[in-house]
């Protein structure tokens, strides 16, 4: 697995339950969020590390 993970993720007019949903998956994964950063109204990059 890679040590970091860099996700584009669009929340639509719908917002953030989805994206909930995708940092809950990743973290079942085992990885850990580290940055969210805002391109636009809806879209976003979510960074995430490998969990130690």
Known sequence: ????LVLPYDSGPLGF???QALINEKAA???ALLRV???STYQWV???KKAQ
């Open 1 to 4: 697995m890679p040590a970091y």
């Open 17 to 19: 339950p989805g994206m």
């Open 29 to 31: 994964e085992g990885y």
């Open 37 to 39: 950063i805002e391109r």
């Open 46 to 48: 979510l960074i995430f």
